[in-house]
C-alpha cells in the first residue's frame, strides 16, 4: 500500500485566495484525520471522519474552514479565503479501528504558505 | 512584534548511547497511550503504545515505562542510533463531546551526536 496521500505537497497562495488540500487515506481505514502543525500551537486535530461521516468538528478554527469526505477513498480540506495565520503543515490521516486500537498512519504533509 | 513559537525540549546524546524522552499527563483516568516520531519534513510515525494495565511494554529497541502513581510516561531508546533523530511526541485520547481525539503533547527534539 502506498500510505496517506496528500497534495499538493507545497501550496503558496495570496490573503483572501481560496486553498484545497486533498487527501487519500489508505484502502479500508475507516477513520481519517486532519491535523494542523505550527511551531505555536503543535499538532492540532481539526475534524475527524468515521465512514466518511464527519464525527467531531470542533477543532476547526472558524467558518473559513470546511471538510468533506465524499467517498472513502477521498477526502479535502478547503480554506476560503486564506489570511497569513493558516500558514501551517496541514496533515491527513487514517486509521482502521480509531484513536484507541492501535496506530495513526500519517501522510507527508502539506505545508501551507500564505502571504 | 515577533511571534513565539513552541519551545521545545531537546536532548542530545551520544551515538551508542541510551536515550530517555519524558512525558507527564494530567488526567489520572487516562488509559491508553502512544509514542509518536516525526524526522523532518515527514508526518508522525508510530513507535509503539502501552494500555494503563501495563506499566511496560518493549518493542525494537524502544521501551515505554508507565507510572500512574505520578503520571508520567516515559520511552526508552537503546543504543540510539543516527536516524533516531527527531522530534517525539506522546499522545493520548481524550474524550470530547464530539468523540475521542488523539491529542499530541509538545514534544521533545532528540539529536544523535556521532
Known amino acids: 500500500d502506498a500510505g496517506v496521500i496528500q497534495s499538493p505537497r507545497h501550496e503558496v497562495t495570496e490573503m483572501g485566495q481560496e486553498v484545497t488540500l486533498r487527501c487519500k487515506p489508505i484502502s479500508g481505514h475507516d477513520y481519517l484525520f486532519w491535523y494542523r502543525q505550527t511551531m505555536m500551537r503543535g499538532l492540532e486535530l481539526l475534524i475527524y471522519f468515521n465512514n466518511n461521516v464527519p464525527i467531531d468538528d470542533s477543532g476547526m478554527p472558524e467558518d473559513r474552514f470546511s471538510a468533506k469526505m465524499p467517498n472513502a477513498s477521498f477526502s479535502t480540506l478547503k480554506i476560503q479565503p486564506s489570511e497569513p495565520r493558516d500558514s501551517a503543515v496541514y496533515f491527513c490521516?487514517?486509521?482502521?479501528?480509531?484513536?484507541?486500537?492501535?496506530?495513526?498512519?500519517f501522510g507527508e504533509g502539506s505545508r501551507l504558505t500564505v502571504l | 512584534g515577533e511571534s513565539v513559537g513552541l519551545h521545545l525540549p531537546t536532548l542530545s546524546v551520544q551515538e551508542g548511547d541510551n536515550s530517555i524522552i519524558n512525558c507527564a499527563y494530567s488526567?489520572?483516568?487516562?488509559?491508553?497511550f502512544i509514542w509518536y516520531k516525526q524526522e523532518s519534513g515527514k508526518g508522525p510515525q508510530f513507535i509503539i503504545d502501552?494500555?494503563?494495565?501495563?506499566d511496560k511494554r518493549q518493542g525494537q529497541r524502544v521501551t515505554v515505562l508507565l507510572n500512574k502513581t505520578v503520571k508520567h510516561l516515559s520511552l526508552q531508546i537503546a543504543a540510539t542510533q543516527p536516524g533516531d533523530s527527531a522530534v517525539y511526541f506522546c499522545a493520548e485520547p481524550i474524550l470530547t463531546g464530539g468523540g475521542n481525539k488523539l491529542t499530541f503533547g509538545t514534544g521533545t527534539q532528540l539529536k544523535v551526536e556521532l
Open positions: 488526567n489520572s483516568a487516562s488509559d491508553y
Open positions: 502501552i494500555r494503563s494495565n501495563m
Open positions: 490521516a487514517s486509521s482502521l479501528l480509531g484513536v484507541y486500537a492501535g496506530e495513526l498512519f
